[in-house]
């Protein structure tokens, strides 16, 4: 079975632009969470969809949103890119929500100049 | 919400030796994982365990979910077991939402 997979894998972006991150979960899967990984803050809760529906979200600004789609592929926008914003972005999916291993993809590297 | 420290914070071994990571959390959880995070920035599952104990090859862990502390062992470590490795946890009531420690640097040398 194909892992999580993430598109693209290294995004370079110039502050003030946005950009869309993409995500496709495990066959089957039905729940995606999305997490911010950073040098200074290290891995953090951005937010989780199920069934089309944000369940949970982190402590991010507005200009972090997301969806997910009928198929459960999800993607993750960023707009009004800040320094700050760099980072690497992971994709988590799940069968179900809570109680449930999460498999990671590999990551989008976004850096913002 | 829920804390989550690991230690120690930087490991150093020589090739085939043992150790042990821990990672303590400050409230009741549903979920526990420990992984393994790669120099590409991969995060590897390792251990899905709330409780209990498991074993997969070189590596096993335990979590003692009434103590609230759970522990990775690796033995016989190899070079390829060098990365970064990070307990998280999903405390009750935060559905899916896993709260990451700060991971613990393993260099395994020859």
């Known amino acids: 079975k194909a892992g999580v997979t993430q598109t693209p894998r290294y995004l370079i972006k110039t502050r003030g632009q946005q950009v869309t991150l993409s995500c496709s979960p495990i066959?089957?899967?039905?729940?995606v969470s999305w997490y911010q990984q950073t040098p200074g803050q290290g891995l953090q809760f951005l937010f989780e969809?199920?069934?089309?529906?944000?369940?949970n979200k982190g402590n991010f600004p507005g200009r972090f949103s997301g969806r997910q789609f009928s198929n459960s592929r999800s993607e993750m926008n960023v707009s009004t890119l800040e320094l700050g914003d760099s980072a690497l972005y992971l994709c988590?999916?799940?069968?179900?929500?809570?109680?449930?291993?999460?498999?990671f993809g590999p990551g989008t590297r976004l850096t913002v100049l | 919400g829920i804390q989550v420290e690991q230690s120690p914070p930087d490991l150093i071994l020589q090739e085939g030796a043992n150790s042990t990571l821990r990672c303590n959390f400050s409230?009741?959880?549903?979920?526990l994982q420990w992984f393994h995070q790669n120099p590409w920035g991969q995060l590897i599952n390792l251990f899905y365990?709330?409780?209990g104990t498991k074993q997969n090859g070189r590596l096993s862990a335990t979590t003692v979910a009434t103590e609230r502390y759970s522990l990775l062992y690796i033995s016989s470590s190899q070079t390829t077991d060098s990365g970064v490795y990070f307990c998280?946890?999903?405390?009750?009531?935060?559905?899916?939402?896993?709260?990451f420690g700060t991971g613990t640097r393993l260099q395994v040398t020859l």
């Open positions: 988590a999916s799940s069968v179900s929500l809570g109680t449930d291993t999460q498999y």
């Open positions: 409230d009741s959880v549903n979920n």
């Open positions: 365990i709330p409780s």
């Open positions: 969809y199920f069934s089309e529906t944000q369940r």
């Open positions: 066959s089957g899967h039905r729940s």
């Open positions: 998280a946890v999903e405390s009750t009531g935060t559905a899916s939402k896993l709260t």
